[in-house]
């Protein structure tokens, strides 16, 4: 059987109605065939008394003339065929089919209802025995009227066919109540999908019950504390991420402090001063891991309701990215750039948006090989503000785009890197409502990654 409730709920309507309408059907077909048994019955008997009473004694002899009113009571538009018999005891044929099966002597003026075959069809026929009397001498006389079934079964399927109608009638009619009903009364059930369908996967708000059925409830609310649950299994892990890298961080720069100080003493082996260079840039990259860990619990934990409370010009920030990484780029023989709009504002966290925006460029120059070139673009109209970052590097395949922004996951290993940037940009985006796309960049090489936030309200180009 489906799985679906409409379908179990009409089964289980479906089939007891069924189950009445046979019940039913057979009920009210017996009691049509009973009643035009009845009617056909009442019609013989009249037919054959009015026979029998013109039965009389002329001159000793039995004579009856048969009127026709006692035939006109059959009168139909079915064509029924009608039959009779007037015969004596003695056998003597006073009138009619003289070929009806003989019955045994039965109680005179009781009629005698029996199906017949005459002439190859079935008849309904009935016996009347009248007792004539004349000069001390008793005549038993049989009067015998019979009928074919045309118009007897044509009022069974009249009276019959009408009920059968109206139950098969009531059971569509159900059916479409039901399949309508439920249609509405499922709504609120849509709806929670629906809701939960279009959460964001880290939206972990308990769904509203107000309008859902006593029924539905316990499911919802069941559905809820597993929600709180998880979030509360969220909510320590980002902490435990957040108070480990916090914690790391100290120590980690004091270490640096004291490798640097370490390779400026006299009389360092080179083969000591190498070790001492290696720990030092091992110990650089914890710092950057650390930072990228505390930036993405922030990112992660950052709330749109909080985010709402300030307007940012995105220009500003984009110009800092570019000043703070001109060193790293020029390092690499890289050319950096900027395409900058007049003013470019959104409502959101300015530490966060400018950090989106250093591991969009800082991602692109890690990754774009020595004499490219990397273009920080802000671009605003009148509903979004986007902001690109523009790269001729070796790009990321296509079968990889859809990974790219998991933690930890890196397209390529040529590069030192933590596999936290994009993860941080994504998590910044998210919470300020912004989409990412990526493409090809210009010229078929590259990649061109583009973020698009929606514009302050009532904000104007300066």
């Known amino acids: 059987m489906s799985n679906s409730l409409r379908i179990r709920l009409l089964w289980w309507l479906l089939v007891p109605l069924a189950l009445y309408v046979l019940v039913t059907g057979e009920t009210e077909y017996d009691n049509a065939r009973r009643t035009a048994n009845l009617v056909q019955d009442n019609q013989l008997v009249a037919s054959a008394r009015m026979i029998a009473g013109e039965v009389e004694w002329v001159d000793g002899f039995l004579r009856v003339d048969v009127p026709p009113a006692a035939l006109e009571i059959f009168a139909s538009?079915?064509?029924?065929?009608?039959?009779?018999?007037?015969?004596?005891?003695?056998?003597?044929?006073?009138?009619?089919?003289?070929?009806?099966?003989?019955?045994?002597?039965?109680?005179?003026?009781?009629p005698d209802h029996y199906y017949t075959e005459l002439h190859g069809r079935q008849v309904r026929a009935v016996d009347i025995v009248r007792l004539m009397y004349d000069n001390g001498v008793t005549r038993h006389v049989r009067v015998t009227v019979g009928k074919t079934t045309r118009?007897?079964?044509?009022?069974?399927?009249?009276?019959?066919?009408?009920?059968?109608?109206?139950?098969?009638?009531?059971?569509?009619?159900?059916?479409?109540?039901?399949?309508?009903?439920?249609?509405?009364?499922?709504?609120?059930?849509?709806?929670v999908k629906d809701e939960v369908a279009?959460?964001?996967?880290?939206?972990?708000?308990?769904?509203?019950?107000?309008?859902?059925?006593?029924?539905?409830?316990?499911?919802?609310?069941?559905?809820?504390q597993c929600i709180a649950r998880l979030g509360v299994q969220v909510a320590a892990q980002r902490r435990f991420i957040a108070d480990a890298a916090h914690q790391l961080r100290t120590p980690l720069t004091v270490l640096g402090t004291q490798l640097q100080f370490a390779r400026q003493q006299e009389g360092l082996t080179p083969a000591l001063d190498e070790a001492l260079v290696a720990m030092h840039r091992s110990n650089r990259s914890m710092v950057g891991l650390t930072n990228k860990l505390l930036l993405l619990a922030q990112a992660e934990a950052a709330d749109n309701a909080q985010l709402a409370t300030e307007t940012v010009d995105l220009v500003p920030l984009a110009m800092e990215v570019v000043e703070d990484l001109a060193v790293l780029a020029q390092a690499r023989d890289i050319d950096l750039g900027a395409e900058l709009a007049h003013a470019a504002t959104v409502v959101g966290h300015r530490g966060l948006l400018q950090a989106l925006i250093a591991n969009l460029a800082d991602n692109a120059i890690r990754y774009t090989g020595s004499g490219?070139?990397?273009?920080?673009?802000?671009?605003?109209?009148?509903?979004?503000?986007t902001v690109s970052v523009i790269d001729n590097g070796p790009g990321i395949p296509a079968e990889s785009r859809g990974r790219v922004f998991e933690p930890f996951f890196r397209a390529s290993t040529d590069t030192d890197g933590t596999g936290l940037g994009l993860a941080i940009v994504r998590e910044i985006a998210d919470a300020h409502r912004g989409e990412i796309t990526l493409k090809t960049g210009d010229g078929g090489r590259g990649l061109h990654i583009a973020v698009s936030f929606p514009r302050a309200a009532g904000a104007t180009d300066a």
């Open 151 to 191: 118009s007897r079964d044509a009022m069974t399927q009249q009276l019959w066919q009408p009920q059968l109608v109206r139950q098969i009638v009531m059971i569509a009619l159900a059916v479409a109540l039901v399949c309508i009903g439920l249609t509405f009364e499922l709504r609120p059930l849509i709806k």
């Open 77 to 110: 538009p079915y064509r029924d065929q009608v039959f009779y018999s007037v015969r004596v005891d003695d056998g003597r044929l006073l009138a009619g089919t003289p070929d009806f099966p003989a019955r045994p002597v039965q109680a005179p003026d009781v």
């Open 372 to 385: 490219g070139h990397v273009t920080v673009a802000v671009k605003a109209d009148a509903a979004t503000v």
């Open 198 to 224: 279009d959460r964001d996967p880290m939206q972990l708000e308990p769904i509203r019950v107000e309008r859902l059925h006593s029924e539905l409830r316990p499911i919802v609310e069941a559905i809820n």
